[in-house]
């Protein structure tokens, strides 16, 4: 892992691991978020029923941020790991800045807090897809056919060329 890595993958991960070990030590906080917003969101079309398991839903969604995080930070199967979190980024994203249900400077508030779970959203998406440098398994498997290839060309012009029959 190049130093790059090193220091972004931590930095990246920080706030989901700090916020999930508090949404799984003390998940009412973030399930009276979640209930502010529901009339909203069954609107949508949300089942009801994660309303009465609002605080179960809380510790899950933060006990997955914490693995995830970890995972990210340490790089325990990195492109996993941001992946999941920017899965998790989104709903936890719009529960925590309901700019809609505001107005006047709480609203401004939480659309700058969209944004900024929209900017995270987007570097753990571009984490998700970071190989370090090497190619993708649908390229090396499209390379390694063209070599094939190429090498049985080769043979078949050696051949023709010195005049032995193919076996």
Known sequence: MDLLRALTR?????PFIVDGADA???PRRHAEKLERVMPALERTGLPPMLRADARMLAR???????????????GRAP??????????????TIVGNPGWTLSGSARREAFSGLLRGAALGAGLLMASVDRQ?????AWQLRNSRQQREAIET???AVRRHYGVEAA
Do not use: K
Not at 10 to 14: E, N, S
Not at 79 to 92: D, F, G, H, K, Y
Not at 133 to 137: D, K, T, V
């Open 10 to 14: 931590p930095m990246l991960a920080a």
């Open 24 to 26: 799984v030590v003390r």
């Open 60 to 74: 899950l969604s933060g006990a997955a941020s914490v693995v995830a995080g970890l995972g990210l930070a340490t």
């Open 79 to 92: 492109r996993t790991s941001a992946a999941v979190l920017a899965a998790i980024n989104l709903p936890v």
């Open 133 to 137: 440098g090497r190619p993708s398994l």
């Open 154 to 156: 080769a043979h078949l």
